[in-house]
């Protein structure tokens, strides 16, 4: 099921009134376009995308790509982590961006975001700001990670 | 310190690439925001309500009113639980809204924001869809509440 037909049927439930949730089917959608798509990553610095591969690898999913592409923009805006992927899916001819940045206003924390080549959002994970939880950046990129993968039922293989 | 303080910091520092992460005045900041906010939660029926308000006292935090309010619109946006904020941001004299819809797409589980009343996001947190993780919708919205606080640095008192 592609996400349009998804999109579709729920939006359609939705305005009958009769949506109950998210299906397995949607979800197997996730997984599917997932496990067939081209990666990106953007970013400043390799290390994000490296922590990433190895938690898709995990899971049997091809390797990101690093994309470079300025993001500084991003921090102006209402929710940074998805302006950062926007950005990354209007310079790149990925599938798949996998982005991270602020939530919100400073001091909302983090937040990695899966998004489809329409700017989508297919699936995506926070942590409180740096400051608070004082764990090394990719100990926390790895976590977001595994959490974004897993909320979409993926499970370790 | 006021939000728009912290932003206009934050964006300086962006600006000139010297931003290392969120700080603890921004954060304290939030934490000050929500403690004298007038909150309201956008809902069918009172269930959420209660139980985000379990977690508020908690932390000492008074309780937020439920704002009746027809949401239905926001399934078809790219964002509902934060369209459905919005929405509830343009319908009430609120400080705070806190509501909890669909992440993105459907499939995408459920996220629950904390919104100020110039739309502007102050901390979420994330869920699987209720089909993967089968608790009840009390149990789920308890942890979200309790994770989007903690992730600002809210401690149980
Ligand atoms: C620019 C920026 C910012 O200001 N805050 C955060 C959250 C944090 O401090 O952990 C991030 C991820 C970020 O990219
Ligand atoms: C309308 C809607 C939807 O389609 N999916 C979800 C996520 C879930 O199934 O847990 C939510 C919270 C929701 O409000």
Redesign the interface.
Do not use: C, W
């Given at each position: 099921m592609a996400?349009e037909e998804?999109?579709r049927?729920?939006?359609i439930q939705?305005?009958e009134?009769t949506?109950k949730?998210?299906?397995?089917e949607?979800?197997e959608?996730?997984q599917n376009y997932i496990r067939n798509a081209k990666i990106v990553v953007p970013n400043k610095n390799g290390i994000k995308v490296e922590v990433i591969n190895e938690v898709l690898a995990k899971f049997n999913i091809p390797p990101a790509e690093y994309l470079q592409v300025n993001t500084?923009y991003a921090?102006?805006s209402?929710?940074p982590a998805i302006a950062k992927a926007m950005i990354a899916v209007d310079q790149s001819d990925a599938d798949l961006v996998i982005a991270r940045g602020?939530?919100?206003?400073?001091?909302?924390?983090s937040?990695l975001v899966f998004m489809d080549s329409k700017?989508?959002?297919?699936?995506?994970?926070?942590?409180?700001?740096?400051?608070?939880h004082n764990q090394p950046l990719e100990k926390t990129v790895y976590k977001e990670t595994l959490?974004a993968l897993?909320?979409?039922?993926f499970k370790e293989e």
């Amino acid at each position: 099921m592609a996400f349009e037909e998804s999109i579709r049927k729920a939006s359609i439930q939705s305005y009958e009134g009769t949506r109950k949730g998210d299906t397995i089917e949607e979800i197997e959608a996730i997984q599917n376009y997932i496990r067939n798509a081209k990666i990106v990553v953007p970013n400043k610095n390799g290390i994000k995308v490296e922590v990433i591969n190895e938690v898709l690898a995990k899971f049997n999913i091809p390797p990101a790509e690093y994309l470079q592409v300025n993001t500084n923009y991003a921090d102006f805006s209402r929710m940074p982590a998805i302006a950062k992927a926007m950005i990354a899916v209007d310079q790149s001819d990925a599938d798949l961006v996998i982005a991270r940045g602020r939530l919100g206003i400073p001091g909302s924390g983090s937040f990695l975001v899966f998004m489809d080549s329409k700017s989508r959002i297919l699936t995506a994970a926070t942590s409180p700001s740096h400051i608070i939880h004082n764990q090394p950046l990719e100990k926390t990129v790895y976590k977001e990670t595994l959490e974004a993968l897993k909320k979409v039922g993926f499970k370790e293989e």
